[in-house]
């Protein structure tokens, strides 16, 4: 069974540009999660979908982030302008149950912005 | 808002020695959960623990429910080398259906 799927890995922008993510969950998978990952913390989830329903935005920076998931399969986040404090690890989970605790991490995409 | 908290930040040891960590809260818990991270790669899901007082393993780890609720400790026996990377603890915020993570504690292990 093929895992998450992140790309790109990595990503070098200056501020003030725009950055796109895409992701593709485990086949089967209703529920998509974006986390953000700071150096030395813990991943704080950024939004989470349903099938193509948003279920909980709450932490999503709304100003500058946005994320999609039109067929409810795969999922794009998307960063307009980026600011500096922008520079994390972005990972993509998924899980098969809604609102499960057994979540599948893809590798991240690690964005550095200078 | 729930927070948790992860000590040691990072631990330097040998091959072949025990290592112990924990993760507390000043909130309750109903779950705890143990995710490792491995440089490069997304957390993996170690161990779940759903009651108080619960101890679970899983090979050479063993992870514990704190009875007070507001404690989890992880337990690595006759670490090696593949044990290098981070853990974190997890759980899942009141009222919330998401996960809230601890800082982590990364290990390091001298051959």
């Known amino acids: 069974e093929a895992g998450v799927a992140q790309s790109p890995r990595y990503k070098i922008i200056e501020k003030r540009q725009s950055v796109a993510f895409w992701c593709n969950p485990i086949?089967?998978?209703?529920?998509l999660y974006w986390y953000q990952q700071i150096l030395g913390q813990g991943p704080k989830l950024l939004i989470q979908f349903q099938n193509n329903g948003v279920v909980d935005d709450s932490q999503l920076p709304k100003d500058r982030f946005s994320a999609e998931r039109l067929k409810g399969v795969d999922s794009t986040l998307k960063i307009q302008p980026a600011k500096l404090e922008d520079s994390a690890v972005y990972l993509c989970a998924s899980s098969a149950v809604p609102f499960s605790y057994e979540q599948y991490f893809g590798p991240g995409t690690r964005l550095t912005v200078t | 808002g729930q927070q948790l908290n992860q000590s040691p930040q990072s631990m330097f040891i040998q091959e072949g020695e025990d290592v112990s960590m924990n993760c507390t809260s000043s909130?309750?818990?109903?779950?705890w959960l143990w995710y490792k991270q491995d440089p490069g790669e997304g957390p993996v899901l170690l161990i779940a623990l759903y009651k108080a007082g619960e101890l679970t393993s899983n090979g050479r780890l063993t992870a514990q429910f704190g009875i007070t609720r507001k404690d989890s400790f992880l337990n690595i026996s006759a670490s090696i080398p593949s044990d290098v990377g981070i853990y974190f603890c997890a759980g899942p915020i009141q009222g919330a259906q998401k996960l809230v993570f601890g800082q982590g504690t990364r290990l390091t292990i001298n051959p």
């Open positions: 909130s309750i818990f109903n779950t």
């Open positions: 086949s089967g998978h209703a529920t």
